[in-house]
């Protein structure tokens, strides 16, 4: 998924909580490309761009790590 098509949108993490996308950064020195986001608190996270689209197992099911919801 391009991160820019959904810079605004909102997700829902897998584990309840909302955020919102920021854009997308890339690593000083690994040049990793991270997908920026904000909770409801106003603080900003960065997770690997592979890993914020991937998915987790749980309970031996594969789910969405975060759901876009708007």
Known sequence: MDTY?????WFRHY???LYKV???VIHTETEEKLVTYEDQDGVLWARPKEMFFG???IDGKEIK???KIK
């Open 65 to 67: 790590r975060f759901t």
């Open 5 to 9: 098509e959904v810079v605004g949108c």
């Open 15 to 17: 584990k309840g909580g």
């Open 55 to 57: 998915n987790v197992a």
């Open 22 to 24: 920021i854009g997308e």
